[in-house]
């Protein structure tokens, strides 16, 4: 059975820091593309990384692009999500996703709890 | 950016109907187009991939059609379990993105 279960999630201050973790079993996790996707209280969802199987391709949105890093350790089988300059905009809930071999012209199969991130003074 | 447009953004049907959602795509995103389910509080699922494959284990009374800019969700008769909100999602090119969604309420 996959299992994706999102840790980090926490009250953060506008401008802080944060770093979030997935970590993944029943599956090769090594073999597989990752994402993270947030949702925004009553919001719908919003892709916001992507990183391949192998960590040499990583994409992201616009709007978290410059400020949020996507990472994996494959030794672990854990993803990251380190996210910087957080502003308000940025309080969600954050899944982790994982695609389908790829993500690109695949999908998004199994999704974790998600962990809540609330970004507020 | 590839938009995508959910409508109607909101239906009250009963069990027993017939509900289609659509999905319009701003630009041809071939077959990548994918729908998920997400009931209150729960987590997203995937009902049907590649614009009307059917993900395993989801019931037949799903399916899914279209291409290019026009998709459609079909649930062929409405269960009390079907009562959430649908997404669809293109995964053609980056940004890989969502539709805004489609509550389905009891009348």
Known sequence: EVLLLESGGDLVQP???LRLSCAASGFTFSGNAMS???QAPGKGLEWVSSISNNAFTTLYADSVKGRFTISRDNSENTLYLQMDGLTADDTAVYYCAKC????QYRWF???GQGTLVTVSS | DIQLTQSPSFLSASVGDRVTISCRA?????SYL???QQKPGKVPRVLIYSASTLQSGVPSRFSGSGSGTEFTLTISSLQPEDFATYYCQQLNSYPLTFGGGT???IK
Request: hydrophobic share 30%; net charge neutral.
């Open chain 2, 34 to 36: 994918a729908w998920y």
């Open chain 1, 15 to 17: 401008g802080g820091s």
């Open chain 1, 100 to 103: 389908n071999t790829y993500c």
């Open chain 1, 109 to 111: 199969d199994s999704w």
């Open chain 2, 103 to 105: 509550k389905v309420e």
């Open chain 2, 26 to 30: 701003s630009q041809g995103v071939s």
């Open chain 1, 36 to 38: 993270w996707v947030r």
